[in-house]
């Protein structure tokens, strides 16, 4: 909603008019936050209940945060200033086991979560990340997988739709992400332009877009780019045509963002992120397991390796939403 306020412009709408409207939305998120704490309060020994049951069958939720950019000046929706991303990482470390992608998939695949674990992943690529919250991350030797945008570091051009709000931040080099592979954060691929795969299926775009963009990525950092994070992320984007290119260029995984938790004994391949939120009770209320999130979760259907057909893909979805409920 910061951004709602933050970008809009105003237009014929008065200063007088606009300064009541802001509070009014400001006093509509207090409240909300506020009712989303005496909820979460009231649920956190059902929750707590919950997971353990679910870890000592090796089915603890494992949850896959999303980041953009980290910064103070700019800030728009989709950045988090530095110290509200310090407390972040700070409360993760304290209550949480943070793992890569790769054990991340290992959990979900053997059942092999017998505690709420972490990953965090950052999409686009901002070369403010590369200043703070990059070093944050290596310091503490965080695991992180970082979703790089081909086009945006190869030309130095900012986001089409950072340049449309009026806001055209920088993205990072190719050196600088050089230099983030090297200190231990793992490079991922977000397409070559930062692509809305959203009723495409003009399969040369999808080539260019995902294998072609991955062979370049990987040329530019010298090292493979196993995994993959769709602009945007919600259902619409997530084509079987889109993820099985994925598939077909050998990388091992994507990930959504429409905002879930990725259970033991669904598939591995798709992982599910929800935002690294600077609202407080929004990113506790993910991280304290909300298992109406599960039920309201969409089924993103696409063949798998094991199970061999959508059929039994869904029976083990539906089936992990009964044992969640
Ligand atoms: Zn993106």
Not at 40 to 48: E, K, S, V
Not at 222 to 244: K, M
Not at 250 to 259: L, P
Not at 280 to 301: A, G, T
């Amino acid at each position: 909603m910061k951004g709602l306020l933050g970008s809009c412009p105003l237009g014929g709408v008065s200063y007088a008019l606009a300064f009541p409207l802001a509070v009014t939305v400001a006093n509509m998120l207090s409240l909300r936050s506020k009712l989303l704490k005496i909820r979460r309060i009231a649920a956190a020994p059902l929750r707590r209940q919950r997971v353990k049951r679910l870890g000592t069958q090796g089915k603890a939720p494992i949850h896959c945060l999303f980041y953009h950019r980290v910064a103070d000046e700019h800030p728009n929706d989709w950045t988090i200033g530095r110290a509200a991303f310090e407390a972040q990482i700070d409360y993760l470390r304290s209550r949480f086991e943070i793992i890569g992608l790769d054990e991340l998939q290992r959990r979900v695949r053997q059942c092999d979560s017998h505690r709420s674990a972490v990953a965090i992943t950052f999409d686009d690529g901002y070369a403010d990340n590369s200043r703070f919250a990059l070093p944050l991350l290596m310091r503490h030797k965080i695991p992180c997988t970082y979703f790089a945008t081909v086009q945006n570091v190869t030309s130095g051009r900012p986001f089409e739709h950072d340049i449309q709000a009026g806001q055209p931040l920088t993205p990072n080099t190719v050196e600088e992400l050089r230099a983030a592979a090297e200190g231990g954060i793992e490079i991922g691929l977000h397409t070559r332009t930062h692509f809305d795969f959203a009723n495409v299926d003009d399969s040369e775009v999808i080539r260019s877009e995902i294998d072609a963009a991955m062979t370049e990525l990987s040329d530019l950092i010298g090292r493979r780019v196993r995994y993959f994070a769709f602009p945007y992320g919600l259902p619409p984007q997530l084509t079987q045509a889109a993820i099985q290119a994925v598939q077909a260029a050998g990388m091992e995984g994507f990930c959504s963002a429409f905002g879930a938790y990725n259970l033991p004994g669904r598939d591995a391949f798709h992982i599910r992120r929800f935002h690294g939120d600077p609202e407080p009770e929004r990113f506790l209320n993910w991280l304290e397991f909300d298992q109406r999130k599960v039920r309201r979760e969409p089924l993103i259907s696409y063949p798998q390796e094991s199970p061999t057909t959508l059929d039994q893909a869904s029976a083990v979805d539906q089936s992990v939403h009964e044992q969640v409920s």
